[in-house]
C-alpha cells in the first residue's frame, strides 16, 4: 500500500501539483484570491472593533481630533466589503477555468495510462479493473474537477481565516488559539480515520459497486432497453441492481454505526472550549478588564476560529474530490504493478514473408480458469489463406487476440518468420495487421472515420475498400455520404443495420490493407449478411485478398471452402488440417460438420420456398 493510499489527506497535497502543472500561473492566482478571501473577515474583526472604540465620536462632531480615524474604520470596513463581494465571482470564475484545466490533465492521464498497456491485462484483470474503473469517475457527477478546485480554494480561505481569528486571541489569553486548535483538530482527525476506513471497505466491495453501475447503464443503453422490455426483465435488473448495491455498501454502513459511538465527544469538544472561553471573556467585561471594543474584538474572532477545523461535509467532499484525482493522475503507477506484456524492439515491417507458426502454444484467461488453447501447433504460409472453424469456445478468437499481441501465451511461442512474436516491437506489427473481431467497434463518428479512423488512407485508397468491401453504394446513399454520423443521438446521423455496419467493418479492415498491412484475420466476417450478400462477398473475396495472409474464423462452413487451407479446431487443438477437397474426402470431423449445415441449408431454403 502507497502513502497515498494509506494517508487520505495525502491526495490534497498531489492534487495542488497537478492544479501547478496544468496551469501555474492560475494556481497562483486562485492561491491569491483565496488568501485574500480567507484574510477579509479577519480586517473586519479588527476594523469593527476599532469602529465600536470610536463610537462617540461622531456624535462631537465632525471638526473633533477622532473623526478622522473613525472615518477611516468606516472606510476600511467598506473597502473589505466591496473587495471581497468583487472577488467572490473572481475566485469562482478563476476555480472554474483551472478545475476544467485539471480535468482534461486528468483524463489525459487516464488515457495515456490505459492506452501505453501492450496488453488487455489491464481492463480483464479484477484488481486493475479496479483501479481504472475508479480513474474513470474523475470528471463524472460525482467527481467533478471543477468542484474539487472551488472545494480546495474554499478550504484555503477558512483556514487562513480560521487562522487569522485565533491569532487574534493571543492577546486574551496566549493559549487560547492553541486549545481551540486542539479542540478542532479532533473533528478532521476523527474524519480522516472515517473516511479511511470507509474507501478500503469500498475497495473491498468495488467488485458489487461496478457491477451495481454496470447493471445501472444498461438501462440507458438503447440495445440492452429493448432486450429488458422485450423478455420483461426490468424487475430482474432492478433486484439485481439492489442486490449489488447492497452488497457493496453493507460494509460501508456497518462502519458508519462503530464510528458513529464516538462522533459526540468529537463533536462536542471543539464547542466546550468555545463556550469556556466566551465564558472567562464576559468574566473580563465585568471585571472590568476588557473594554467593549475588547469584547467584541474577541468574541468576533473566537466565532471566526471554528473555521481552523473543517466542517464534516466539507471535508468529506474535499477528501473523495481528492481521492478521485489520485486514482486518475496515479492510474499508470498503480497499473505498473498489474502484468503487462513486454515490449519487444525488433523491426516488423513488410512481415510476415514467410510463415506465422504456432508452436506448442498453452493459453488460459485466468489461473483458475480452464486453458484455451493446450499445445496448440498451426502453421500459416505467408501469401496463403487460411480459415480456422470449429465450435463456439473451441479458442478461434483466442487465436487472433494472440496473432494481434494483446495477450501472450503462457507456454510455448508464436513465431514470425522464425523469430518470437513477443521480440517485435507490438506497434510495428499491428501496422502490418488487419484484425475485425466479431465484436467490432460501432464509431459514433462519420462513415469516413469509422472505415479509416484518422484519415491514414488517401481518398483513392478509401474509395478502393469501399469497393473492395462492396460498401460504396451503402456510404453514397447516406444523407451526408461518407461525412454521415452513424449513430441517430447525433442532429443529422442515421444507424445501420448489423449487415451494413459489417460491410463498414469489412472496410476498415480493406482500408488497413490499402495502408500496408500485410496479414488480415476476419472474426466471423460474415456473420451479421444474408445468404446472398455472403455468397456476393466471397465470390470475389480470394481474388481481393490475392498475395495477403489471410486468416479466416468462422463458423459458416460455406464460406471457407474456396480457401487454401481450413483448420478444425476442438479444445484448443488442431484435429484436421487440409483443403475442402481434402477434408471431406477423409469423412471426419469437418466433413460431418459440413453435410450438417448444407442439409440445415437445404431444409431452410425449401421451407422459404
Request: hydrophobic fraction near 50%.
Amino acid at each position: 500500500m502507497s502513502a497515498l493510499d494509506s494517508n487520505p489527506s495525502a491526495p490534497i497535497g498531489l492534487l495542488l501539483r497537478l492544479m501547478w502543472r496544468a496551469a501555474p500561473g492560475k494556481t497562483t492566482a486562485l492561491g491569491v484570491c483565496s488568501f485574500l478571501a480567507g484574510a477579509a473577515p479577519v480586517g473586519y474583526i479588527l476594523a469593527t472593533a476599532h469602529l465600536l472604540g470610536a463610537m462617540t465620536i461622531p456624535a462631537s462632531g465632525a471638526g473633533t481630533a477622532n473623526f478622522g480615524a473613525w472615518l477611516w474604520d468606516c472606510a476600511i470596513i467598506t473597502a473589505l466589503f466591496a473587495g471581497q463581494q468583487i472577488m467572490v465571482p473572481f475566485t469562482r470564475a478563476l476555480a472554474h477555468e483551472l478545475g476544467a484545466l485539471l480535468g482534461l490533465v486528468l483524463r489525459e492521464r487516464t488515457l495515456e495510462a490505459s492506452l501505453e498497456r501492450v496488453g488487455l491485462a489491464h481492463l480483464e484483470q479484477p484488481e486493475a479493473a479496479r483501479h481504472v474503473a475508479q480513474a474513470a469517475l474523475v470528471g463524472g457527477r460525482a467527481f467533478d474537477t471543477v468542484d474539487m478546485v472551488l472545494t480546495l480554494a474554499d478550504k484555503f480561505a477558512a483556514r487562513v481565516q480560521g487562522f487569522g481569528a485565533a491569532l487574534l486571541l493571543v492577546t486574551f489569553h496566549w493559549w487560547a488559539p492553541f486549545a481551540i486548535w486542539a479542540a478542532w483538530s479532533l473533528l478532521p482527525t476523527w474524519i480522516r480515520h472515517v473516511t479511511g476506513t470507509q474507501m478500503k471497505a469500498a475497495t473491498n466491495f468495488s467488485g458489487s459497486l461496478r457491477r451495481a453501475g454496470y447493471l445501472r447503464q444498461l438501462t440507458l443503453r438503447p440495445a440492452a432497453a429493448k432486450e429488458l422490455r422485450i423478455f420483461s426483465l426490468q424487475d430482474w435488473l432492478l433486484h439485481r441492481f439492489e442486490s449489488a448495491r447492497a452488497a457493496g455498501f453493507s460494509d460501508l454502513r456497518d462502519e458508519r454505526a462503530r464510528l458513529g459511538l464516538w462522533l459526540l465527544p468529537v463533536l462536542a469538544a471543539p464547542a466546550m472550549v468555545t463556550a469556556g472561553l466566551l465564558v472567562l471573556m464576559i468574566g473580563a467585561v465585568l471585571r472590568g478588564e476588557l473594554t467593549l471594543a475588547q469584547f467584541t474584538l474577541y468574541a468576533l474572532a473566537l466565532i471566526d476560529a471554528k473555521h481552523i477545523g473543517h466542517t464534516m461535509a466539507w471535508w468529506v467532499r474535499g477528501l473523495h474530490h481528492a481521492a478521485a484525482a489520485t486514482h486518475a493522475a496515479m492510474l499508470g503507477e498503480r497499473l505498473q504493478s498489474c502484468a503487462d506484456l513486454s515490449r519487444g524492439t525488433a523491426p516488423a515491417a513488410n512481415l510476415p514473408r514467410h510463415s506465422v507458426v504456432f508452436e506448442n502454444v498453452s493459453f488460459r484467461y485466468a489461473a483458475d480458469r480452464a486453458p484455451v488453447l493446450a499445445g496448440f501447433n498451426l502453421t500459416i504460409p505467408a501469401g496463403r489463406s487460411l480459415a480456422i472453424v470449429g465450435e463456439n469456445g473451441a479458442g478461434k478468437t483466442t487465436l487472433a487476440k494472440l496473432l494481434a499481441r494483446l495477450h501472450d501465451p503462457q507456454a510455448g511461442r508464436i513465431a514470425i518468420d522464425g523469430t518470437d512474436l513477443r521480440a517485435l516491437d507490438p506497434e510495428a506489427w499491428r501496422r502490418q495487421l488487419a484484425v475485425i473481431f466479431q465484436d467490432f467497434i460501432r464509431y459514433e463518428s462519420s462513415a469516413h472515420d469509422n472505415i479509416s479512423p484518422g484519415g491514414r488512407v488517401s481518398g483513392a485508397q478509401f474509395q478502393t475498400a469501399l469497393d473492395q468491401a462492396g460498401t460504396r453504394t451503402l456510404v453514397e446513399s447516406l444523407p451526408r455520404g461518407a461525412d454521415t454520423i452513424l449513430s441517430r443521438a447525433y442532429p443529422g446521423g442515421t444507424d445501420l443495420s448489423g449487415g451494413q455496419w459489417q460491410r463498414i467493418a469489412l472496410a476498415r479492415a480493406f482500408a488497413a490493407v490499402q495502408e500496408g498491412a500485410r496479414l488480415l484475420v476476419l472474426d466471423e466476417p460474415t456473420a451479421n449478411l444474408d445468404v446472398r450478400a455472403e455468397a456476393e462477398l466471397f465470390d470475389r473475396f480470394l481474388e481481393i485478398t490475392h498475395g495477403l495472409t489471410t486468416v479466416l474464423i468462422s463458423h459458416r462452413l460455406s464460406t471457407v471452402r474456396r480457401v487454401d487451407c481450413i483448420a478444425v479446431v476442438e479444445q484448443g487443438a488442431v484435429v484436421e488440417l487440409g483443403s475442402h477437397a481434402e477434408l471431406m474426402a477423409r469423412g471426419g470431423r469437418y466433413a460431418t460438420m459440413f453435410t450438417l449445415q448444407s442439409q440445415r441449408f437445404a431444409e431452410e431454403s425449401a421451407h422459404a420456398g
